[in-house]
């Protein structure tokens, strides 16, 4: 009967807490936040407690709340404090005096600059009064050490910094945003540490989560400017991976993920083995003892498919931009943008399909103006060519996929408008005018020996209508999608063959070693991820088959699973069996190795010290905190309670899940979640370092829009300018050589010469080359002006390649045509050194830099957010495609925070720019071109 009533008052929108209706609702259940009825309440008892002098009561209240900690913290920073300041002043005063009077010793501790004597004093209370006077006290000291420190380094005063190494306790997490100097406040820290706290070098540990990031700490604190030199050393300031193995100091031969010629790796004179080279050798083992099962089982991974739900993801809208970004991989391993091109695809790859008794065979997107002898690019989804016409001079047939018709128009759902449904139905039409014996293109050119082949949403929904339940018959789904495609291809005079054996195939398939090659690399991933969540084979195929029942375990992951389970089964008895070690194995042996040795455990690296010797651990990229690494952390805590931690970081910088990090320990750093889980560190204190000193104004609120609604924004530096923000499609590359048209196809010709150079491409109609070659118009024409006003250039990209040319390649074309800057970047290219006019990198690998100027090539659809296929194949330890995409987000915000003055968004307008791309934000103009970007389009 309660039962009933509760869930009444849900669905009649009644609090069940306070009984407020309608308008106040907003907690429907006891696991949800109160409602505004029961804040109303709650702020008058506090109000109560507070006119009566009971603090600590009011405090109370509101922290046992049921209430999110972002409304907490304001009630008890702001509410509280204003309330005493303005409404109880002498009280307050009276207040503060008592306090001042008890923390006297520990003020006399600060005078001698033993802030550690003084912390101690204070913290021992345990009364949050104290702790709130005395770091107000602190603050004075704090900040008259740092104003001194900024004006010899000529800077101005940072008072957040200041706030931020006032803080007073045994946990500390500092959130600093993009630019507001995270490696510089860890400096200072371990400066304060040691010239106030009296640390000794050996008692502090700076953890960075690369080998060139501990080098950047090391520089920085051995500057004159901070400590001087030999505080920071390779004992002390060191990577998580370097503090693992040095405290297992094991005898077992190192697998690395690449070669390194280091002193870390190699100290002790143990082998190292390339980790994927490993899994390869395990692979082939496997393969080797059941080539038939794995070949099958290798085949039905390449045909599979999958598609995330729309209960995947947290409401409609990020569900449909999954569908607008997804790619899908045929079995020839081409990227395809929907299910029904990957069907298409695989079912022209497995057949043989022919004409006349001429085998044929599909190209994916290829420019058919020339063929069809029309006046515009034309790219249908699959063109159909004889085998023997090499030359491709007679295209027998055209086979286009639309995914939305008049029936499906995809508005209000996949497209964000109408008016690009409406666009996508006019093209639609104009492509079957361009092959119906009344079209006015047909009557106009002469191509009717060129069939036309449609397929569309609307026959999957003809299929799926006939079935009762399509979710647990897609094979059946496919089958009767492949069966009208055969229909449809012998009415335009095709024949079709039965489908192609496995074994023939697997023969057919391009590059097939160089595919088994990246299934390898995919299944070194899996493994690593599965030990750092401490998965067994035997874990993940229990997993596997109950998730298998439950229908949410796709064909696709499926088959991968029962691939990757019996290489992992090999990896695991091969490490034993070879005497080897894992990164992952470092940390397992290092925990197990605390564990037995409690504090006296020692770390080991040119001379030994104990773990009881460490007061003080650092840890910069906090948010790229992983299972493995909170472990090792905890078991060091357990043997040795009193080490101090100082944690920075940003949770909208956490990029780095595909290695295993999660952002659970940092939205969970002093607080538990829904679930009761967390509070990884109790009685953590959480800071903010919001100021962004390196980026421009606009640049900075732009990055606020991108990330809107995920927490508090950076803040940009008053003294700042505006700054600039860029938006543009790419320029227009002229191909017509008429008198027209002669000048522009002149001056753009070196565009297309140069991509067809770059790609090496033979065949001139194919579409890539053209996009390429606006590409780089396109971007030379806003690099000229930069390097002629000696400003930095960096070129962001979301890959390694760019349509299949290396970035690299890229980039240097355009050194080539720019004028040479005074200074240029070095890269590292196949172990040599390589100097560049123009600097490039990925969105990734530029974390934790900067340039004057950021041009992000490629911000489309696709690229951000990028889903791809593979990311599904981790589903099943957790990474579900809400975090790929959440992540993404947060990529393309560290793309666009890289940029000191000035922020280009370049992007195909065929492809459409990035989802992520703020909508209500006025982008400039490139000189005298438009920005293409139509607001009104958005309301």
Known sequence: MEEKIKMKKIMNKICIKCGAEDKFIQRTDDTK??????????????????????????????????????????????????????RQPEQEKERIENIRKKLYEAEIFLKENNFAKADQFVLEKESKEWLEEYENIKFEYVSKDLGEWFKKCRFSFDKKKAEVLTKTGKYILVQARAGSGKTTTIALKVRQLVKYYGAKPEEI??????????????????????CGDGVATESNTLT???????????????????????????????????????VQECFDEVENID?????????LFLKAVSEKINGAFRNDSEYYLYLRNQEYTTIAGEFVKSVGEKYIADFLFEHKISKNEKEVEYIYERNVKKDLNIKYPYNPDFSLFYTDDRQREQLQAVIEYFGFTEKNPGYPSFFETEKESQKYLKESKEKRDLFSSDGEQRKLFSFKKTGFVEMSQDDFDKIKSELLDERNNSDKVREKFEEIIKQRLNEKGFFVSTRLSEKEILQKIPKVERRKEKLVKQITQFINKAQKLSYKPEDIRSIAEREKGNTNLSKRNEFFVKIACRIYDKYLARLEEKNCIDFDGLFVDAIKKIKEESANCKIVYHGEKKISDIKYILIDEYQDFSELFYQLIDEIRKVNPAISFFCVGDDWQAINGFAGSDLKFFDNFNSKDKDGNGNYFPGGIKSELLTNYRSDKNIVLHSNFLMAGLGTGGEPEESKPDGAIYLSELLRVELRNDQEHINE?????????????????????KSIPLELARYLKTVEYIVQDKVENQKQVCLLFRTNKLHGLSISKFAGKIGEWCPKRPKTIKKKLKGKDVWFNIDYSTAHSFKGKESDVVIIVGANRRNFPKFHPDNELMEILGVTMQKVKDEEQR????????????????????????????KNWQYSKINAIECPFDINAFD
Not at 205 to 226: C, M, P, S, W
Not at 256 to 266: G, L, R
Not at 758 to 763: D, P, R, V, W
Request: proline share 1%; glycine share 4%; net charge positive.
């Open 240 to 278: 998580f991976h370097a503090l693992a193995k040095r405290i297992a100091n094991t005898g077992k031969n190192q697998l690395v993920d690449k070669k390194s010629h280091s002193n870390e790796h190699n100290r002790h004179g143990k082998d190292e083995k390339l980790q994927t080279k490993f």
């Open 745 to 765: 196809y002149t001056k753009d010709r070196r565009y297309m010469d140069a991509a067809y150079v770059l790609l090496g491409k033979e065949e001139t109609n």
């Open 891 to 918: 990529l393309f915000y560290v793309a666009t925070t890289r940029a000191k003055e000035e922020l280009y968004l370049i992007y195909d307008e065929k492809v459409g720019m990035s989802d992520f791309i703020p």
């Open 291 to 299: 080539r038939s099962l794995i070949g099958k089982l290798f085949y």
């Open 205 to 226: 540990l700076v953890l960075a989560f690369n080998k060139k990031a501990a080098e950047e700490f090391r520089d920085r604190i051995n500057d004159k400017k901070y």
């Open 33 to 86: 936040e109160d409602c505004l009825n029961c804040r109303k309440i709650l702020n008058e008892k506090c109000v109560a407690l507070l006119e009566s002098g009971k603090i600590e009561e009011a405090r109370k209240i509101i922290i046992d709340s049921d209430n999110n900690d972002e409304w907490k913290n304001e009630r008890l920073n702001y509410f509280i404090p204003d309330f005493i300041r303005y």
